[in-house]
């Protein structure tokens, strides 16, 4: 393996574990940074508004469809990898200083990132359940709701490390 390699999953490993770790040390992280503005954006695009429930999560009522964001959906654990893959990726490129320098840049540039996938998920599920609800049983409405979370938190990924590899690696790929 070659030192950018190595460098680069050190790095990499050690962003994962410290932002893993987060919600053990700050437990309100993931209601206040990753849940609120979920739920505000949501509510603004879908027209309903956003109500505080007193487990931390919010709840809105999206033309008959209720739609909860709560921690278990808050995206956090996206922000996680994302933040590491890109990490990961500025690490293999650059020098270790360098990427010290960086890495507050790149873990809010992830953390926007992260939120607008998430609402763009919260917006789209509501929209896919009102296209397709009616022609599953009540049941599968967490199958819709995960199903249409995997493809939008995948293609952000791909875009996200695409353009995140191509201007590190300074547009040799």
Do not use: W
Request: aromatic content about 12%.
């Amino acid at each position: 393996m070659s030192g950018n390699t190595v460098r680069s999953i050190v790095i990499a490993i050690a962003v994962l574990i410290l932002l893993i770790s987060l919600p053990g040390v700050a437990p309100s992280i993931q209601g206040r940074l990753f849940c609120f503005p979920v739920a505000v954006a949501s509510s603004f695009f879908l027209g309903s508004p956003a109500e505080a429930m007193e487990d931390g999560s919010y709840l809105i009522d999206a033309g008959g469809v209720p739609v909860s964001v709560a921690g278990s959906c808050s995206a956090f654990n996206y922000f996680v990898l994302l933040s590491t893959l890109l990490t990961g990726t500025c690490a293999y490129y650059f020098t270790a200083a360098r990427v010290m320098r960086n890495v507050f840049p790149l873990l809010f540039l992830s953390y926007v990132i992260s939120v607008a996938a998430n609402t763009v998920r919260v917006i789209a599920s509501v929209y896919a359940y009102k296209a397709c609800g009616a022609l599953l049983p009540g049941n599968y409405g967490h199958a819709l709701h995960m199903s249409v979370g995997a493809v939008v938190f995948l293609t952000v990924t791909i875009m996200s490390f695409a353009v995140f590899e191509r201007r590190f690696s300074g547009g040799d790929r």
